[in-house]
């Protein structure tokens, strides 16, 4: 499956977030999930972190990437990098939907909380 | 560097086609570099492969991917699924540019011709 209708693929959600996978281990890749975001106003990831580095690209709203012990503020037209294991949230700080590609280099995505429990997503990665 | 301001990114280019390279080995990645590209009606990507994975999100603009033995079409809001070392080229067979994020699980990426031939990229990856 070379090309993918992104209209045609389910959603899911956690509370103000709704997510689709675009492309992962479902899509026949071996090292990559690659996920769209939208993050409602007031809304943020869960904190967590995961054995692979992540890229995060902003297409449109602003907040705040709290990762490690800082706090970064971000606007429409960003890109986010993060490390491999480093615990991190995206919170939604404006009043417009943050709008947002993310890209991993693994695929399932196994997701931890900072205490390193499992965080069971409820979407396939 | 945790947050990236896309704005004050470089540019590079091809004949058609206006890239940048949004993160890669020199924002301190491993395995991941994270493209932005425009082509414009009646261009293409040159014709190449690379030993790892791609995938590309559309977010507007129509087109035709040529791989293996096959073509494809596509529309705005798809993603293309690109496996390793698989010979692609991607074409703008439509009146609109194409706005694409394109994702490789490598960095700096090495792109070869079909041939075998390095292609030199004029953008750092």
Known sequence: MYVINNAGLTQASLPGLVHQTLAGSGAGLKGLSVWRQTISPGAATPPHR???E??????????ELHIADGVH??????TLVLP???????????????ELVAVLSMTPVEVVLPDGQPLPLPWSS
Chains 1, 2 share one sequence.
């Open 84 to 98: 491999r294991n480093v615990n991190h949230q995206i919170f939604n700080t404006g009043t417009e939907p943050i």
């Open 73 to 78: 503020t971000f606007g429409p037209d960003s």
């Open 54 to 63: 992540e890229v995060v690209v902003v297409s449109a709203g602003r907040g």
């Open 50 to 52: 995961h054995d692979c």
